[in-house]
């Protein structure tokens, strides 16, 4: 009888670690890409599409790349005939669904770049989640044929 409380107890702590360590592992990053910026340019920004496989809600509280000084999460607005862009403080993607930051919507802004990036290379990204883990990403830098949007210049 011991040894039986001693294996269930056991196993619950093992699963209640598994079910913990893999809110990580819960996000799933697709298509991470960067459209090429001209080398003046000290803004760029970056689009994917976030799955949650897991059965909770997540958020990401925060970004950052060692290739410029600040990574924010933005929602593009068309506001009294302009379009503006709006800093989120957070971006939550509901439990078993997912978010497409795009062009023309949410996307992350990459801010004061700190070294040339072209197309071919990679930007390293760390998301910081709620409940503290973070996971790396790499968005492809790529050449975007569709018109640029004046509006990424205006920060």
């Known amino acids: 009888m011991f040894l039986i409380k001693i294996i269930s107890r056991t196993l619950f702590i093992f699963l209640f670690f598994i079910s913990t360590a ?8 697709e298509n991470a890409w960067s459209p090429e910026a001209p080398p ?26 060692d290739l410029f000084k600040r990574v924010e999460i ?7 005939g302009m ?6 403080e957070n971006l939550k993607i509901k439990a078993k669904g997912h978010i497409e930051l795009k062009p023309g919507g949410l996307h992350m802004m990459l801010m004061g770049k700190l070294k040339p990036v072209k197309a071919g290379s990679v930007i390293a990204v760390t998301l ?9 990403i790499k968005l492809k830098v790529k050449v975007d044929d569709a018109p640029q949007m004046m509006h990424h210049h205006h920060h």
């Not at 893999?22 to 799933?28: H, M, T, V």
């Not at 933005?74 to 009294?80: A, D, K, P, R």
């Not at 379009?83 to 989120?88: A, E, L, N």
């Open 22 to 29: 893999n809110a990580a592992d819960s996000l799933q990053i």
């Open 40 to 65: 003046v340019a000290k803004v760029m920004a970056g689009y994917m599409k976030i799955n949650n496989l897991s059965n909770k809600d997540i958020k990401i509280l925060s970004a950052k790349s």
């Open 74 to 80: 933005h929602l593009t607005e068309m506001s009294g």
């Open 83 to 88: 379009m503006r862009m709006i800093k989120q």
């Open 128 to 136: 910081t989640l709620d409940n503290g883990k973070t996971i790396n």
